[in-house]
């Protein structure tokens, strides 16, 4: 028997191989905001960190970017997104884990797109 759970996809979007691994391998590029938020939340329950900085648009992209800290990350919740032209938003929730402490992260992220690309921008932290 295989074990369904390892091929589940981090962001919730259903199998891995058909959600977030097309981007990640860059098969396929995220066509909306949304689907790039996904594959990023995903690379970094991964560690996929290459993924996470070219995902990242050069303008804001931290130097020296690393997952090291990285919690564990439970799951990915979406509560809207949506894009006009090449500016777009996803709001969501993200859960994780640091020894025995859950917590959750919610932003609203910009993204902006180049050249029919996706990138993530910035974040603003949306207090609770
Ligand atoms: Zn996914």
Redesign the pocket.
Known sequence: MNKPVSKK??????K?AK??EPFHTGTKLPRTPEELM??R??AYARGLTEYVRSSWHPSTLPEGLTLEDNPEWLQLQIIATGSHGNRGYVHFKAYFQVDDDIGVMEEQSHFVREQGRWYYLEGEVVDA
């Open positions: 996809c981090p962001c919730g979007g259903g891995y959600c977030c996904r594959s939340y995903s």
